[in-house]
Every structure is written in C-alpha cells, then in structure tokens.
C-alpha cells in the first residue's frame, strides 16, 4: 500500500496518525480527508502540513460522488477510517448527525473502496477505527470487554458506531472487502477538543470556572495515551488480520472522580496554586441520559498476536497531557471562543 487516505485526520486522535505515517513513512503518499466540523481543526496538525508526502483534502464523507473522485484522484488503497462524531453528549442532543457521519459516512466510504478496488484486493486493506462504546456497559465485577463481547449500545453515539461497524463486516462478508476492525478505550492526550472530560477541565480550572461532574462521578474510564492508539493503529493497519477485529486499552481504569482529583493536583502544582486549591470547583450536576457506568479493555489478544503494549504510564502520560494545556493556551483559546461558548452553555441550561 502506498497511497493511505487517513478520514478525521484533523481531529484528535487523526492528527496523531496522520503526524505518525507523514514522519515514519516517507514512502507513502498520506491523504487527510477531513469536513472540518467545530472538532475539525488544520491547527492540529500544522508541523506535518508542508511534508512532500501529505495532501489534505476538504470533504464530507457523506458525499459519495466525491469520494469516488478522490478514491481514484488518489488512486487509495489504503484507507484509516476515523472521521466521525465522536461526542456522546452531543449525540444525546442531536442523534440524526450522529447516524448521517458515522453511519452513511462509513457506507459511502465502504462504497467508494469497493467500487474503485473492483474486486481486486491485493494489497488493499480498509481500516475502521471504532470504540469500547459499542459493547455498553460493565458492572464493577473485574470483568473485560473481549473482542467476543456482544455489542449492546447505548447512547445514540455508540448505537452509530456499533452501526458502523456492522456494515464494515458486512462488507467484508457480502463483497471480501479486505476490512480490519478496532475498538479502543477513553484516549487522553494533546489536541483533544475541550468539550471531553480531561482538556475540559484542565481549562475550567485554570478559568477558575466550575468542574461539572455527571452524577456521583463513580463511573469507571479505562484511559489510553493518544500516541499509544496512534501507534496500535500502525501496527494493525499493517499487521492485523484481514476481516479481524482488535480490542485497544491501557488496562487503566479510573473512577471519574479520582480521575478529576488527579487533574486538579497536577494542574494546581504546575501552576504553583496552593495545594488542593481547586478541589472547590468541582460540582456536582445532573447525570448523563444512560450514562454507562463501566469500560474496560481486554486487549491481550493485541499484545499476544502482534505485541503490542502501551508504551507510557498514566503517571507519565498525564503530567505530559496537563503540561501541554497548559503551555498551548492559545490553541485553547482559540476554540473556545464564539460558537464553542455558545454551545457549551446551551448544554449546561438544560441541565
Ligand atoms: P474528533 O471529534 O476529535 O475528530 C473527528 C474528526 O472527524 C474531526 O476532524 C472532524 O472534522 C471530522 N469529521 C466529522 N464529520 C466528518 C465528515 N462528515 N466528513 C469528514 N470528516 C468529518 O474525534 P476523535 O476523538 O479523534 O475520534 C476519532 C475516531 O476514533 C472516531 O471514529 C471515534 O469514534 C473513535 N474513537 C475515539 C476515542 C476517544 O477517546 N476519543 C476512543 C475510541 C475510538
Ligand atoms: O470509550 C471511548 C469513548 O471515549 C470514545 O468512543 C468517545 O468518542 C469519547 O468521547 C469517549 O467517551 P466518554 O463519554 O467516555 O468521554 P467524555 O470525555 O465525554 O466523558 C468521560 C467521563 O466523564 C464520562 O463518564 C462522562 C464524564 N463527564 C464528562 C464530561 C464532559 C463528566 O462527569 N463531566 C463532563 O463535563
């Protein structure tokens, strides 16, 4: 495979990938197709934007005309499928956006592959990056979600990925389409857009704004370095099993509350605020619609079939996360102006 087409490459984790295949693979021609929805963001991935073998292209996966034009424009045959609405909170309010991107989206995607491939799969692989979401929700029993767990969604966000993934594999059945398969756990790291827990209250607390934990703050995150996933990505995108699927996670698990205890600590010591300082701002507020109390990764079968592990402690990886928000607070800034504010304070007054 030469010519990658990477979808949602401006958003969080897409960045990543993207800036991992530009650096790591000279040889190949990276294609980032990417609507640049309010999450869509160039900023995210200005470093790589000049490199000789990356080509960003402005696109709704939900055309299908134009991605047969890019398809054979580019001539792809590989493709990283991330684009997608990825915010459970939003999907609550508006789920038809969520069904159009990560449903219709993915089909016109698996369309256009099928077309332009032709039948002949040599060397052709179609990669769908999905969530732990779609398997619902664990009790606090020690139990793992498995790559055997059955889908049991429950959000209107999970329901499209668990959609999504559906047609994937029946692609794969229907037509051999080469199709490959993950679901990955919570991801934390830079660029992440700050209407998720972690940039979110990082920010709110350099703010001094309030820390609005959804209920008792006892639900359970199994928490992953982006570079980690981004990294797992590049070894299954050239590794995995065609017609496989493979769990990721950092077998990480954390209570929503410690979590935020944690954030608190590591920004009030690096801002030098007295200890504790900010442990006022967290508040309490109504749960989450069907808020899923557990996640949990098993993602032995990745380490044990193609070695992969997460490289970084949480430890490690937090301090990184919070110090990065810190010293990027023009990124910041500029997001969470205008339509962003709009938005986040329409979320909290029906609340
Ligand atoms: P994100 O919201 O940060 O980025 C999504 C990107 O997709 C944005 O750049 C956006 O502009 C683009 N996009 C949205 N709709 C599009 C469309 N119609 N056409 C083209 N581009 C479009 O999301 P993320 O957190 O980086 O997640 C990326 C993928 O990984 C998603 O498929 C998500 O379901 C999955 N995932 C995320 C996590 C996580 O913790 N963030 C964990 C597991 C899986
Ligand atoms: O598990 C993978 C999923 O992780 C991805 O598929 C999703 O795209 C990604 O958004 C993430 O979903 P979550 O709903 O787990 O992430 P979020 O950051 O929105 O919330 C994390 C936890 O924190 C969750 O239990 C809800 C809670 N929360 C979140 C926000 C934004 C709060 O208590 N307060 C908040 O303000």
Known sequence: MKNILITGGAGFIGSHVVRLFVNKYPDYNIINLDKLTYAGNLANINDIENAPNYTFVKADICDFDKMLDIFAQYNIDGVIHLAAESHVDRSIKDPFTFAKTNVM??????????????????????????????????????????????????????????????????????????????????????????????????NNIRHGKPLPVYGKGENVRDWLYVVDHARAIDVIFHNGRLGDTYNIGGFNEWTNIDLIKVIIATVDRLLGNPEGESLDLITYVTDRAGHDLRYAIDSNKLKNELGWEPSLQFEEGIQKTVAWYLENQKWMDDITSGEYETYYDSMYENR
Do not use: M
């Open 105 to 202: 989206g993915t089909l016109s995607l698996l369309q256009a592959a099928k077309h332009h491939w032709n039948g002949d799969f040599e060397n052709r692989r179609f990669y769908h990056i999905s969530t732990d979401e779609v398997y619902g929700s664990l009790e606090f029993d020690g139990t793992f979600f498995t790559e055997q767990t059955s889908y049991a969604p429950h959000s209107p966000y999970s329901a499209s990925k668990a959609s999504s993934d559906h047609f994937v594999r029946a692609f794969q059945d229907t037509f051999g389409l080469p199709t490959v398969i993950t679901n990955c756990s919570n991801n934390y790291g830079p660029y992440q857009f700050p209407e998720k827990l972690i940039p979110l209250f990082i």
